[in-house]
Structures are given as structure tokens and as C-alpha cells.
């Protein structure tokens, strides 16, 4: 199993430019979630999807997108990229059944905004 | 609004030391309190975690104590070594999905 896969790892854009960043988990977890991690702020949850077909906003959701259209994966896309929108991107999958089931996350996008 | 305190930012212990991270939480629906462990490069990986119906938890050199009339859960290191450096994280949430993180705990450990 490779667990949750994130690509590219890095990426720099100008401000105004869209991406989509990747991810893709082979544990068929039903719930899906992304995170962006700042210094001193710790991570904070941007979009998350409870299964195929639903998603709903988090914490930090303005300019960003997202969708479900598969169990496995979820992408992320900036539509329009801002300075603030640096950062370091995380995503994460949980199976759904049972307490205490841990997320897992991703090694990570780094993404630089110019 | 930050919804789980962390402290201290950072941390230097010497190797065989006890390493104390503290959290703060305001949002008593709160039922899941994990740890979060990440190495430079690295997506965080769960330490530990417990629920409010016990005061402590333990596995192997970590433990959590948890105070919930505080409102409050700590992170213990016990005989903390250099492969223990990293920055831990704490978390809250409800039903174990939308995590609130902490700001984050730098540990060093020198031999």
C-alpha cells in the first residue's frame, strides 16, 4: 500500500495562475480532508469529504475548490493564486468505521506563489 | 480564534530528560484528543490519542494526561532521545474528523 500519495511535492505559480494539487489514497478510506500548515499556526483544515459525491468547507476554505468523484481521490484547485495562499499542503484520509480510526497524511505539497 | 492553545513553541531537553508539551482547549464537545508527531519533510503521524472518559494513556515513553474540568491535555516524553526530535502537534475535534491543531512544539534533543 502506498497510502496517501501527494503530487508534485513542489510547485511555484504567479499570482493569478490556476493548479489543481493532487491526491490519492489506496486504503479505500471514506473520509478525505485537506489541510494547509503555516508557520506558527499549525495546520488548518481547508475543504474535507466525507465520501464520493460529498465535500463540504472547513475552516479556511475561500479560494479553493474542491470535488469527490472517486473514493480515492481528492483534488485540490486554486483558481486563481494569491501571495497568501503559500504555503505547505497536506492531505489526509480516514477509514470512517469504528472510534479512534487516525488520520493519515501525505508527505506534503510545497507551494510557492509569486 | 485559536481553539487549542500549545505551549511551549519550542523545547530543548537533554537526552534521558522528560520532555512536557501543554494544550488548552475551549470547545467542551470536544471528544478526541490526538498527537501529532512530524519530522522535517513529513506529513504528521499519530502519536497518540485518548477520549475524555480517562485521565491518562499510555504507550510505551509517551503518555497523554488529560484534565477535562481544565480543559486541558499534556504530552509526557519519557527517557526523550535525539530520534524523538521533531515538532509535535496537538488536536481536538469532534467524532475524530474536522482536526483543530495546535500551533506546534519544536523538541531537541541532544545526547
Known amino acids: 500500500n502506498a497510502g496517501v500519495t501527494q503530487t508534485p511535492k513542489f510547485q511555484v505559480l504567479k499570482t493569478g495562475q490556476s493548479m489543481t494539487l493532487q491526491c490519492a489514497q489506496d486504503?479505500?478510506?471514506?473520509?478525505m480532508s485537506w489541510y494547509r500548515q503555516d508557520p506558527g499556526m499549525g495546520l488548518r483544515l481547508i475543504h474535507y469529504?466525507?465520501?464520493?459525491?460529498?465535500?463540504d468547507q472547513g475552516e479556511v476554505p475561500n479560494g479553493y475548490n474542491v470535488s469527490r468523484s472517486t473514493t480515492e481521490d481528492f483534488p485540490l484547485r486554486l483558481l486563481s493564486a494569491a501571495p497568501s495562499q503559500t504555503s505547505v499542503y497536506f492531505c489526509?484520509?480516514?477509514?470512517?468505521?469504528?472510534?479512534?480510526?487516525?488520520?493519515?497524511f501525505g508527505d506534503g505539497t510545497r507551494l510557492s506563489i509569486l | 480564534q485559536q481553539q487549542v492553545k500549545q505551549s511551549p513553541q519550542s523545547l530543548i531537553v537533554q537526552k534521558g530528560g522528560i520532555s512536557i508539551i501543554n494544550c488548552a482547549y475551549e470547545?467542551?464537545?470536544?471528544?478526541?484528543f490526538p498527537w501529532y508527531q512530524q519530522f522535517p519533510g513529513k506529513g504528521p503521524a499519530l502519536l497518540i490519542a485518548?477520549?475524555?472518559?480517562?485521565s491518562e494513556k499510555k504507550e510505551g515513553r509517551f503518555t497523554i494526561s488529560f484534565n477535562k474540568s481544565a480543559k486541558q491535555f499534556s504530552l509526557h516524553i519519557m527517557d526523550s532521545q535525539p530520534g524523538d526530535s521533531a515538532t509535535y502537534f496537538c488536536a481536538a475535534s469532534k467524532d475524530t474528523d474536522k482536526l483543530i491543531f495546535g500551533t506546534g512544539t519544536r523538541l531537541q534533543v541532544f545526547p
Open positions: 470547545n467542551t464537545a470536544f471528544d478526541y
Open positions: 469529504s466525507v465520501g464520493a459525491g460529498i465535500t
Open positions: 485518548i477520549r475524555p472518559d480517562v
Open positions: 486504503m479505500n478510506h471514506e473520509y
Open positions: 489526509a484520509s480516514r477509514i470512517r468505521q469504528g472510534i479512534n480510526q487516525p488520520q493519515h
